[in-house]
């Protein structure tokens, strides 16, 4: 199974950009990078995704090493609002008859300093 | 507004009692996913379906039941059998793509005294 690895917490001041790093050194060439944030209590909410090359939208940007073992996400103006646990997840296939499985792992708890 | 709606937010169970979690969506999705979210952890995949009557376990389905009767509801119950089901349970959707955007429920907390 194809896993990610984070860092368990960051901190970023308010304002300033922010780098959430994954590595996924096993990822093969079918594996989507999907990234979703959590509040506190609250159920995950999608950031953004991508395959191989970098995407923007309006809540950030993803940057997709060129070998795809690494992705970053960009926050490009922390706030307070952004204060959440980060997970980077692959979208793979299990069994190989079409049907897909999401696994999450501990993800980034991000800390905004204000 | 189009969503996934989960029910109740809180529940308590005495031990040995069953307890049925309620995840409903108006958004069309063909697939369907019941996560376990433990405090400080990630989640882990308990049950998810790709289409009607048809469901698959996930990484820790034992002491969990589902079914997938209507394309809009996936009920998740947990059994007595289930030895630690003090947890934040989270029902999910997403179209039946390989890129979709996964829809999470606000989720079900549910604690067993």
């Known amino acids: 199974d194809a896993k990610t690895t984070q860092p368990n917490s960051m901190e970023s001041n308010e304002e300033e950009p922010v780098h959430l790093p994954c590595n996924h050194s096993?990822?093969?060439?079918?594996?989507?990078i999907h990234w979703y944030r959590q509040l506190p209590s609250q159920g995950p909410e999608y950031v953004i995704h991508?395959?191989?090359s970098n995407v923007n939208n309006r809540m950030a940007s993803l940057a997709i090493a060129e070998d795809r073992k690494s992705s970053t996400l960009i926050l490009h103006r922390a706030t307070l609002r952004d204060a959440a646990v980060y997970y980077c997840i692959l979208i793979y296939e299990y069994s190989g008859a079409g049907s897909y499985q999401l696994t999450f792992g501990k993800g980034t708890k991000l800390s905004v300093i204000p | 507004d189009g969503g996934i709606t989960q029910s109740p937010k809180y529940l308590f169970r005495k031990e040995g009692q069953n307890v049925t979690l309620s995840c409903e969506q108006n958004?069309?999705?063909?697939?369907m996913y019941w996560y376990r979210q433990d405090p400080g952890q990630g989640l882990r995949l308990i049950y998810y379906?790709?289409?009607?009557?048809?469901?698959q376990k996930g990484d820790i389905a034992e002491g969990y039941s589902v079914s997938r009767e209507k394309k809009e509801s996936f009920p998740l119950t947990v059994t007595s059998a289930q030895k630690n089901p003090t947890a934040f349970y989270l029902c999910?959707?997403?179209?039946?793509?390989?890129?979709?955007?996964?829809?999470f429920g606000e989720g079900s907390r549910l604690t067993v005294l």
């Open positions: 991508g395959l191989t």
């Open positions: 999910a959707s997403t179209h039946y793509s390989y890129t979709g955007e996964l829809f």
């Open positions: 379906s790709q289409i009607v009557n048809d469901f």
């Open positions: 096993t990822i093969s060439g079918t594996d989507y």
């Open positions: 958004l069309n999705h063909d697939a």
